[in-house]
């Protein structure tokens, strides 16, 4: 549905909190910690990175609570007390989202992450997947925009997914709604980071395409497959055609479940090739129900890179009624 269709008391909403507050949004990934602040108007104020300290959790917790305090403090000094303060985590979370599950790159599995973020932090916090948090970017401020009803996906080092129903970021009973990337496409395929097997984004993601690559004799990076691609290299063209394959069967399953009004492809990998776009477009067409019993879902490329994640957490903190 387009979101011309909202609630007007909930777009109203939505603006007025967004108008009066600051925002900080941190992006917690493999190696970096990215944040930035966020005026009034969702304009990009500033920027602060850092490593991602890795030798404890504290010592991360502490990394992650001195980006926020630098970030806060940059807001104007009028701003600052009522400044919100969102983090996304590559991780999965519960349904309160405030403890990480299972994170396999960084030290928070088990841990509650939002009550000693808040300690250090010395404000009330928001924790999101940091592919929830894409999304949700994406929803507010890109190419979903326009609809009410989402997937957003974004395809990395692994495939990470958002789904947002009638306005809402759906978490699901235990908080692990659209994690498309760890549903099993292939009972026969290798097991998975999350102890699953043959899930999709062994297959479907940057990693899966270096797999692949190399499985077709290809000793390439991502990166030197997207750009064979590109340049018309028919093996490297094949590789992303079978690493699409899998990820448009999910499409049509992902389709004919939520009926979203569009699906949104972001994440390094994902947008890395317009070739891996047109032949997942092309695949998922082909595969999908005719258009005249069902219309083809629009699938766009993300439009915030990135920083969609730390723009998402952001975006959340400032909507989050506390
Ligand atoms: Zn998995």
Redesign the pocket.
Known sequence: MLKNHLDQSVKSDLSLVSESRFSVGIDVGGTKIAGLLLDGNNQIVTRATLPVPKSSTESLLDGLARVALELIDAAPSEHRERCSVGFAIAGWLNATSDFVRFSPHLPLTGVFVKHELEYRVGRPVVIANDADAAGWAEFRLGAALDYDDAVCLTLGTGLGSAVIANGTLIRGAIGMAGEL??VCIDPTGPE???G?IG?L?IFASGTGAERAAWKAGLMMTGRELVAAAELGDRDACAVLDDVARPLAQALTMVVGTLDPGVVVIGGGFGTASPYFLDSLRRQYAALASRPESRPLVPVEVATWGPEAGAVGAALLAAHHKS
């Open positions: 990337g760890h998975c980071a999350c699953g899930c984004e």
